[in-house]
């Protein structure tokens, strides 16, 4: 159909005379769609919203009424009239009960009135009603069934969440939202193992729907997470319309007296351990060399003292959540950022496609995600010798660049006053082992390994974050099945941060997990003077702890094997006088370890951006690696039907070279710059 878009602004007497025509029953609902499309176009919303609702008061018998107050919501909507939208399309479905995406929006727009139940109910209607199949029925009965449980796992009911998404699943096994959703709910929920099948599900197609994050929490094998992400990125951002890519030339500042404009994207720029660590590094940024641009693209917040904390230390602030991607992009051009911060990742409520429109010059993966993005547009990675070694880059598609620790922390954060042991719930004799990591990133393995430490350390007790009460109450079963008492396992409540903060202390030893070990927590056990003993894998996730840890100056603490955690644990327990001297150590370098250097901290990463401006300025701005990642994610997704959790890297890396050697002896397989080198290649 082609919409003349200057209809309206041009000829304002047709707009009467459609009007006119609808009081007559004279306008064709074609007609009346393509006006209003024009009149929306134009951006004279009001108007197409008078001529629907003249078209229906005067069309009331046409038996195409339902599609008119159809589009007559989503105008509704484009005038943020919530309740006149919800009116449209409660209309809509009173004549035609099945149209299934009225019954959607209806759902949509009770969520976003902030009516999660009668959203819910909305889309139970459409399941319930949709038991003849039809394609029509099953694409609407899916997008029901996914919304469900979409919203049931926002607001916590995981478990009703897991069965409306393997209804989701079982519909449409090859599609992969619903299955990414689940997923995440049984990790949340310590449902292991995570990956159960059925008749219509394989394991493969369940494997295949995870995404980057999760994926870090199931496996510690970081050229198949790249291959994700790869994979993950294309499917996230789609095609970009050529036209649409902005790409704006380096601009001339190194050797003049301009300030470097930066900009930092995030959805976390508030209470949020993002939030949290970045504060003071936007505050300590040297307003002479570098002028600083938020971009905040998350929920709407009042008052957040984070991010209150955070609009007065940056130059400029642009809530973004409501612009488009390409309107967002457009923003950052316009502001002529020289270096764009992307401090998302593919976490909750990131923006990545407006990265793909490459809205500034230079592009950076830093803070918010812990793994390359493998994308096209991303150059940079800034990271630091622990978690990136020289010999790890190849796991990297962007550039890495290091900084003396990747975990910002901030030293104005308030503390409550710490707590007696009987005060947090624990016992005062006891051993106290602890771990406040999130559900989702404990594995079976990792659990299985404390119940070895807590059966050979007699009293002793696992201090924990608590989740649900049916989460905690399975784990406690799981300890009686590994033959520990459940009383052992004690949770702890959510309390604000300066609590919580504040009760860290009164652990003994807290036991990371792996392999997506603790990030933001450990910085703040340590802060705290509790000593953190994790196991250093290969990948981001793996390795952050071990740069904390290490960064705070207790480098002891990490291990190299599962054993050696263990047994490390276990002895810790069993001489109380050793762990001490770590305690010792920690506070006597509390105020002096690299953690905490945030000046010297925030002076390297200005270092770092100022080097990437020249590296741009003289044309050398790196392009992201992206060869044979196709390859890698089918070798990677074949090792993940059969997980191993956890080899040394030489063998890890000879696994995946005679992968790829059996596929090139099969069809010649390029070299690369990573496991497929032209040394490796017989016949190269």
Request: charged fraction near 20%; include cysteine; aromatic fraction near 10%.
């Amino acid at each position: 159909m082609v919409m003349h878009n200057t209809f309206a602004a041009t000829h304002p007497s047709m707009l009467a005379s459609a009007l006119e025509r609808s009081r007559q029953q004279q306008l064709s609902l074609l007609e009346l769609f393509q006006i209003a499309e024009e009149l929306n176009a134009s951006n004279q919303k009001a108007a197409a919203a008078k001529l629907y609702s003249t078209w229906i008061a005067f069309n009331d018998n046409s038996p195409v009424l339902h599609l008119a107050y159809f589009n007559y919501s989503v105008t509704l909507r484009g005038l943020d009239d919530m309740p006149g939208a919800i009116n449209a399309l409660q209309a809509s479905l009173k004549i035609a009960p099945q149209m299934g995406q009225a019954r959607i929006n209806l759902g949509r727009t009770f969520e976003d009135s902030g009516m999660n139940a009668q959203a819910v109910q909305q889309w139970q209607q459409y399941v319930a009603a949709t038991q003849e199949i039809t394609p029509e029925k099953i694409s609407y009965r899916l997008m029901a069934l996914q919304h469900i449980g979409r919203v049931m796992e926002s607001v916590g009911l995981l478990e009703d969440a897991e069965t409306i998404l393997w209804q989701a699943i079982e519909l449409r096994p090859e599609r992969t939202e619903a299955a990414q959703h689940w997923l995440s709910t049984r990790q949340h929920q310590c449902k292991w193992p995570i990956i159960t099948t059925s008749e219509y599900v394989t394991g493969r197609q369940l494997l295949e729907a995870f995404s980057p994050l999760p994926l870090a929490c199931y496996t510690d094998d970081p050229i198949f997470q790249m291959a994700k992400a790869y994979r993950y990125n294309q499917h996230l951002v789609g095609r970009i319309n050529a036209r649409d890519i902005l790409r704006p030339a380096p601009r001339k500042k190194t050797g003049t007296a301009e300030r470097l404009r930066i900009g930092y994207v995030s959805s976390d720029l508030r209470d949020h351990a993002v939030g949290f660590a970045l504060s003071e590094v936007l505050e300590l940024h040297d307003k002479k060399k570098v002028e600083i641009f938020a971009y905040y693209c998350g929920e709407p917040r009042t008052d957040d003292a984070t991010q209150t904390r955070i609009r007065a230390a940056v130059d400029h602030w642009h809530d973004i959540a409501t612009f488009s991607d390409l309107d967002a992009a457009k923003q950052i051009l316009a502001d002529e950022i020289d270096i764009l911060v992307d401090v998302n990742g593919y976490t909750k409520h990131a923006r990545t496609k407006i990265f793909a429109y490459r809205p500034a010059p230079v592009i950076v993966n830093f803070c918010g995600y812990p793994g390359t993005m493998a994308s096209p547009v991303h150059q940079y990675i800034i990271a630091d010798e622990q978690i990136i070694p020289p010999e790890n880059e190849l796991y990297y598609t962007e550039k890495v660049l290091r900084i003396p620790c990747n975990q910002p922390v901030d030293r104005k954060r308030t503390i409550a006053p710490k707590p007696t042991r009987q005060a947090a719930g624990l016992p005062e004799d006891a051993f106290v082992f602890a771990c406040f990591n999130g559900s989702q990133k404990t594995t079976a393995a990792c659990f299985s390994r404390w119940m070895v430490i807590l059966a050979a350390v007699p009293g002793s007790v696992l201090w924990l974050l608590g989740a649900s009460e049916p989460v905690n109450e399975r784990l406690r079963q799981l300890a009686v099945d590994h033959g520990v008492e459940p009383d052992r396992l004690i949770f702890a409540p959510k309390v604000p941060n300066a609590f919580h903060l504040a009760r860290i202390g009164v652990a003994d030893l807290f036991l990371d997990t792996f392999p997506y070990g603790a990030h933001s927590t450990a910085a703040d056990a340590v802060t705290m003077g509790l000593p953190v003993l994790t196991l250093r894998g290969k990948g981001f996730a793996s390795r952050f702890c071990g740069s904390i840890v290490s960064a705070a100056g207790i480098p002891e603490m990490i291990c190299e094997t599962p054993d050696a955690y263990v047994g490390k644990a276990i002895a810790y327990a069993r001489d109380p006088k050793s762990l001490q001297a770590v305690r010792e150590s920690l506070q006597a370098q509390r105020e002096t370890c690299a953690l905490r250097d945030i000046p010297a901290l925030v002076r390297r990463l200005e270092e770092l951006y100022w080097q990437m401006q020249g590296e741009g300025e003289r044309g050398e701005i790196p392009v992201p690696r992206l060869d044979n990642l196709d390859i890698y994610y089918e070798v990677g997704v074949d090792f993940l039907a059969d997980p191993l959790e956890f080899e040394t890297d030489a063998s890890y890396r000879e696994r995946y070279r005679e992968a790829i050697a059996q596929r090139h002896a099969y069809a010649p397989i390029a070299h690369d710059t990573r496991f497929w080198t032209d040394i490796d290649q017989p016949n190269a």
